[in-house]
Every structure is written in C-alpha cells, then in structure tokens.
C-alpha cells in the first residue's frame, strides 16, 4: 500500500490531524505541501522552540533581536550592524561544492533582506579526518564553493576555523556567519505591511530546486537511503545574488520598500506566511505570475521550490513601476505575484483557480511545540574517568607533533583561496584570533571571532559553550574590542534521543550563562538537529559568533623582534587537560572534565586585553587555546621569524588550554607598564621567557633548542601535507 | 580505444551559466536563441580492442567521479 | 580630468579602485556598462571583479558590453586605458591586449601578497615606478595564469622574490614568463593581474600600489592636457 503523502512529506499523523483541526477539514495537496516545510524541524525549530526563552536578549544597543531575519545592534555614529549564522550541513555532504556555495548565498540574503550590505564571511567547517580520501573530497569542495560564491558575490570572507574529527566523517559541518552595515535609517523588516501592499517577487526565476529540502534534507538524519534523498540540490548563482545585493540595496536607499522577505528554506511558502503573520494581515498569492524556469510546475512545487537568489518586496501600490524599473536596471526578472488582504487568510490560486486558503499564522505560529524527553547520557561520567594524565612527552617533540596537525598548522591553504581584501577595509583578516574591519568615516573597528570545539562540548556542553564565549570575547578583546553581540550556532545530533536533547539544553544553559555573565546579548541563533550518520550522532557541537568593538582601532603593533619579554596573562592553569588538542595529537585520547569558566577573572583578563592593546605600543597579543600557551607563542615566533628562551614548569603551563589566558610579547620598557595595568585590573601575569636568535629554546626539565624555520616548515606543511593525497591518488 | 564522455546537467538543475549566455547572446542580437545549456566533455583513451569492456569501464568511472548523480547525466561513445 | 570606472554586473572593485583613485587626488565617475559614450573623460580603468558572474570565460561576454565601442575608441585615441585582474581578462578578450588568462596551475583561487618587479617604465601604470624596483601587491584571482598569443605581449610586471629574481618558485600562478602586467607597444593600455588599490595605506599588505596609480593619474592628467602619448 502506497504511504499516504503526510508521510511521504515527513509529518506524523498527529501533525496532520492538527492541520485538520486548524482547517475544519482534510488540508488539499497544496496546503499540506506548505504545512509540511513550515512545520519541518529545519523550520519550525518544533524540538528546540520551548527551551529557547530563557536566553539573554536585551541590551540597550539591541535594534533587533531573535526572530527577524538577522538580529541587528547599534553601534554608534549612525551606523547599525546586522549578523546572523546558519548552517548548511546536510547539502555540503550531499554536494560540497554548491552546499557550501548555497549556504554563504542564504546568509548573504539574511543580512541584505535587513536593509545592510553584506561587508564579511566567516565559516566554520568540520570533517572527519584528512587520511581518507572522501573527507578530502568533501573539505576540499566545500573550500571551493565558500570561495567559489563568495568571492564571485564579492563579500570578503574574513575568517573562520577548520577541524577534523572521525565523528563528522558522515556528517561534516558548514556553518557561515555574515555581518552586515547599513545606516540607521536603512533598517528594512520582513513585514508585509498593510493591505494593498504589493508582493513583488525579484530575482531568479523558480524551478525544481530542492523540492522539500527543508523537510528531507534538513530534518532527518543521514542512512544508506541518502542516495535517494539526492534530487534535493540547489545549485547556486553568485552573479545572480550580486545583481540582487545591489538591486535591493538601491531599493533600501530610495525607500521604495515596506517590507522584505528572502526565499530560503520553504521558498514562496515561507516569504508569503512570515511577513503576512508577522503584520497580522493576509495575502493573495498568484503562482501563474511567477517568472519560471521550466514550464508545467505543480502548485506544490512552485510553493515548495527553493529555487536559489529570490527576495520577495512588499511595496506600496505607488511605487511598484519605480520598483520593476530598478529591477531592470540592475538586470534581474521582476514579478508582481500577491497582493496583501485584510483579514488573516492566506490564498493561493493556480491556473486561474484558488488552491489554498489558510490562516496565515498557522503556518509560523501553530507549528507543534514539542516537548521531548531529557536525559542525562551514562557514558558522561565514564568520559569524566578517563585520565588526563599519561606519560610525559618531551616538549619539543609534542609541539612539533601538534604544529604538524592540520587543524593546528596554518590555515592559509584555506583562507587564501578566500577573497578577503575586498572593500579595503580589513585591518586583520583570517590566520589568528578574531578579524578587525574599519568602519569607514568613524574611528570604529567591528571585530568578530567565531568558535567551536565539539571535544570540549562532549565532554561538558555546558561548561564547553560557555568556554566559547570566553573565547571568542578574549580573541575580539586582544584586538583591542569590546564584546557587543553574539549569534549562536548549535549543531547536534538526534533529538529523538533523549540524550541529545539533554545536550542541547545544557549547551544552551552554558551559553546563556556565559552571556549573561558577560553581559553580551544573544541575538540570533540557529539550531540544526539530526546531524548523525547510521544512528551515530555528532558531538554537540555549538558554534559562537562574536562582534566587538573597537573604539578607536588600536595602533599596529609593529614587528616582533629580539629582546622581547614573553608573558602569560591570567590564572594559573588548573590540571586538566580535558578535550584538549595535546591530548588529542599527542596521546589520542578523549576524556577529563573541562575546566569551568571564572566569570570574574574571564572579565579581567578582557579589560586587560583591550587596554594592552591601546595602552602600551608595541604589545603582540595572542589568545591561548587549541594546543595552549606554547602553540600560541610558537605561532607569534613563526610569523615573525624569531627565536626565543622559554620556561615552562608543567604539561598544563605548556599546553593546557584553560580559559581566560593569552600571551603578550612586549618590548622590555612595556613590560612595567603591562604589569602595573595588570595590577590595576587585578590579573596574575607569568614572565615565561625573552625573544632573540633563531631557535626556540624550551627549558623543561633539560633545556631542547629548535629552529624556528623547522618549526615554521612543519607548520606551513600541515595542510598542504595533509591534502597533497588527494592530488596524486 | 576511446571514449568520449559528454556530461550535462540534469534537466530540472538550474544551469546558471547556460542562462547568462543566452541572455548575452539575446543582447549581441541573437534574439532567437532559446536556452543554452554548458556541458563538458571528458576524452579517456583505453588500451585494447573490447568496446563492451571500454563502455563498462568508463561508466563506472562517471558514476564514481567524473560526473555526480546528484546533478549531472552523462552519455558515453566509444571510438576506434 | 576625470577617470571613468567602468562597472559591468558581476564587477565588485568598482568602489575600491575609486576610493583608492580618490584618495590620489584623482575625480572618477562610475559608468555602466549599458552606457554608450564616454565623452568628457580622459581615462578609463576597467576593475576586478567577476563580470557577468565570469561565465563561459572570463571577460568574454563583458567584452560585448555597449560601452567596449567607446573603450575600444579611447582606447585608439591613445588615452589611457588600465585594466585591473578582471579588467586585464576583458581588455585581452576584447584584442585591446595580446593574449589570454587562464586558470591558475593549482586550480585554486589565491588570494595574498606576491612580489612584483617592474620591467618597465614605458607604460600608464608604471611610469613613476623605476626599472627593477619591487612591489608588493596583492593578488585576487582565480584565472591569472598568463598565456602570450602569437603577437608578443610587451612585460611591464613580473612576479619574483623578495630580492627581485624572476624564480619559478616565486612565480604563484604559472603565468607565461612570470607576466603579472603587460601594455600594448605605446603604453597607453595597460594591465596588471594584482591589485594596486589594495595596497594605499598602511594597515594593508603595503603602500606600494600608490606608485603604479599614481603613474596612471599622472598619465591621466597628462592626456587630459592634450599630450596623449603615453
């Protein structure tokens, strides 16, 4: 017996007596297409919703926060910042290239959809290890359409981190982070605005594209059927989203717009529902107006495409001729598709004859909520056994071993395939810590940093998101910025599992947590479920996006030379090594429990950070993370070319990756100004060494001498090495 | 012998390229042109004389790498 | 004098190389590409970017582009006429320039600062620059690859060290003979695959893109003088 067509459209029965309900009668095919994205996971946020409340939001610099399509803050001077992170995990496995492509052309529109122009990229990507040539594949496609779109859209792509774990192999992540600017009189919301408003739809013309993706390919898991799963792919059009960035963007300087909604996920379904809910009002959709791209469409598909590169306007009648002539001019197709009605119904006709008729909200606000079961997994507390401690390795031996890893070597192979000059505002670009941008015609700088680590989160969600907010604050604050705002991106495995529902909840109590603390608004997030392979999930693998501020752009510090002192600032280091790099590369173990965070201290050494930075001149600072202290000043020695004396007393001082700590190198008349505003702030400073000659000496126990150039090869080779396979296999 | 791989995008995937070109060659005064598809072709030379071999052989090559299911087609001949 | 920039869609360094220009003390106005005179202005840069989304080959639909005749005319006029990593593809798929870019010898995209030497000073972009003098300038493309057609290109850029040798390791793209610019014979029409406008301050990779913008406003203003040779 064939499966009905709820089913096959991924909806349980009890989802479609609900819709029944809603209606007062059996949904026709149409309407139950729409229902069926709207309410998907990947749409609806059905398992996460009711846990999302309790997240901190507010601060008085918010203009937008959760629920648009990108959160937006003021940042002074006229100037309004727009940022927001999505994932695009599922489509990157089934196609690398135009998943990873299509996910920085969804983002893209988020933040051009708010009234900004789109001014940096950021991706944080995941695979399993590069020892297996399918994982070259996917990591090696998802570079190329990160770069193939982004530098064709011409948006800088400034930054990002790249791992490898086995846990991805089947399931690698892509998730991108956009951060926009626009003029505080430019900020454009997905509203439809009153009746009579004219929805204009822009952009590409609509075909088959990912019919049901949002349902198929992002709310449920991966197994051998993903073979049939494949037809769900879209390809992406970077000349096209370009044309349409400049085309909205003079929409927004002449005021043409009420309103603006992009087609992403559930395409026309979703740009007619959300803004007519959001106003309160209803819309007449006519799909025989849509600009196609191959004839005979159902009405289900045209409402289900996710054709990519299409926005939809919502204009007053007045302006609609001004509107299609700026579409013309700009080269883009332009269609006149709805009409907003009052009352709350949502109509759709099709070949003259109407084919929906719902409430508009029902689509957006009567999505189940669910309340899924919870449940702390066992095997935590067995992970929490593992031993930290192993058998010492010398010091030399185990930085150069971590040097050589490719998710801690350098990362040029990947950025510099990256358009990151773009638009002469890049003050730092993608390699260390977070970016800095100019904010052109004000003193400001904007810096971000995004972050991840999913050992850390599987062995403490909580604790290991509220590392990362530290984190990224300390690496925007050793480029002299304040922390401003955060976006979060949570990628999880199955939430059917009661153990990944507990993950989740504890990653988001670690992240309101540390934001709070901090006190730094969340204002977007994303949550993409069902990250598993064959039943195995990934680890909970929460990814945090910062903004900062700098005011004024601190001075460049200028080459790093001899003489130098070496410090470690902030709390000494506890004795785990939970979930860190060292224990990874050096030992391969996963284990321990992550050190929490000292709000107080986090703070401090923030505070401190930003006032080194405009302070004292010359100062190279660098935040302490993956592969601890000694991997960040081997970092600083390697890009300057020089040596250094180092003492070090334990594994933890060395390559403990405990929060709160970076390193600053600083000319010897700095150094009592450096201690006297660590006095003032009250952080704990560590004299560990000096610079000069050509070798990094480690004194530790005995004393080992390495050059620098061969630590510089190791590190430079990672990558390279680590791929080079897949050329010549 | 060999094989001459021609691989199209599958009808329903958008085509990008295809409808830049035929919207220039509408401006350059071709307004005839319908739709305009780019396609690749792959030439793979093989030893021996067995065309059923060379058929089998280059099949499994573009349903393995050369072309992806997800969105391509591809048609093969084979030459002495 | 004012400098046209030429902008086709897909064209992203339009404000760029204005805002670098701009800061020389140069004027421009951006022109469209659907535009079909370029009267009143005395030179044109054609910028990077990825016009009409590179598709086929890049620059070869942009070549068609309405205002090409009255490049191609400025051009003939013996005004100058530079063209910027996208804009080298377009001036040479239009035959302004001799040649061909073709993808990259690793197939990636680079984007980074590389060294360049000046071969020449016989040209709008490198007449204030002196002969073996190195710059740094960043590169941005994916199809930079140089490849000479059977009429001889004229180097006035070539990629080396640090030191200023030609080397193959210092070569980033496999570009024929290490070409990172070239002009035609009376070096009015010029191109260069890096870009110059990234390079005008101190934060970014370095200053050393002034000399080569400066050399085209000095050329511009020359030609707006009447004195067009170059």
Sequence with gaps: MAETLHRRLGMTDAEYGAIHEVLGRPPADPELAMYSVMWSEHCSYKSSRAHLSDLPTDAPWVVVGPGENAGVVDIGDGWLAALRIESHNHPSFVEPYQGAATGVGGILRDIFTMGARPVGLWNQIRFGELSDAHNRYLFNGVVAGIAGYGNAVGVPTLGGEVEFEPVYAGNPLVNVMCLGLLRDDQLVLGTAGEPGTVAVLLGASTGRDGIGGASVLASAGFDERAESKRPSVQVGDPFEEKKLIEACLELYRSHLVVGVQDLGAAGLTCAAS????????????NLDAVHLREPGMTAPELLMSESQERMMAFVSPQHVEAVLAVAARWEIDASVVGTVASGDRLRVYHDGVQVVDVPAASLTDEAPVLRRPIARPGWIDELWDVSSRSAEVPFDVALLSMLADPALGDRSWVYEQFDHMLFLNTVRGPGRDGSLIRVRGTDKGLAVSTDGNGRLCVLDPRRGAQRLVYEAALNVAVLGARPLAVVDNLNLGNPEKPEVMWQFTETLAGLGSACEALGVPIVGGNVSFYNETDGRDIYPTPVVGLLGMAEPIPPRPGPLVGGMSVLVVGPEPSTSMAGSAYQRVVHGVLGGRPTR????????SIELAIRITHIVPGAHLHDISQGGALVAVAELLIEFGVGAHIELGSVEEAFGEDPHRFVCVVAPEGVALVA???????????????????????VHRTTTDVPIERLRAVWEGALPTAMHGAIHE | M?????????????????????????????????????????EVSLPGRDREYVLSAVRGMC????????????EIEVFD | MTVGIIVFPGTNCEEDVAYALD????ETVPVWHRETSLDGLTAVVLPGGFAHGDYLRAGAIARFSPIMAAVEKLAAEGHPVLGICNGFQILCEAGLLPGALIANRDLRFICRPVHVRVESTDSVLTRAAAIG?????????????????????????RYCEADGSVTGAANPNGSSDSVAGIANSSGTVAAVMPHPERAIEPFMA?????????????????ASLGAVDG
Excluded at chain 2, 14 to 42: H, K, Q
Excluded at chain 2, 63 to 74: G, H, Q, R, T
Excluded at chain 3, 145 to 150: A, E, R
Excluded at chain 3, 212 to 219: G, N, P, V
Aim: hydrophobic fraction near 40%; aromatic fraction near 4%.
């Design chain 3, 206 to 222: 370095s200053t050393d893109g002034r000399v080569l913008l400066e050399s085209f406003i000095a050329a511009s203003e020359a």
């Design chain 1, 676 to 698: 006297q505003l660590a006095r003032e702030v009250g952080c704990h400073v560590e004299d560990i060494g000096i610079t000069g000659g050509s070798n990094l000496s480690i």
């Design chain 3, 133 to 157: 003098q190195v710059l740094t300038i960043p590169l941005n493309s994916y199809e930079g690859n140089y490849l000479p057609g059977p009429e001889a290109a004229r180097p006035i850029l």
């Design chain 2, 63 to 74: 349903d393995k790498m050369l072309a992806n299911p997800v969105m391509e087609d591809y």
């Design chain 3, 23 to 26: 800061a020389l003390g140069a």
């Design chain 2, 2 to 42: 060999r094989a001459v791989v021609t691989i199209t995008r599958r009808s329903d995937i958008a085509d990008p390229e295809g409808a830049t070109i035929a919207r220039a060659l509408s401006d350059l005064g071709y307004g005839e042109v319908g739709t305009v598809r780019v396609n690749r072709t792959i």
């Design chain 1, 597 to 604: 965070i000292d709000p107080e201290e986090g703070g401090r």
């Design chain 1, 274 to 285: 959300e803004p007519a809910a959001r106003a309160g009002v209803g819309m007449d959709l």
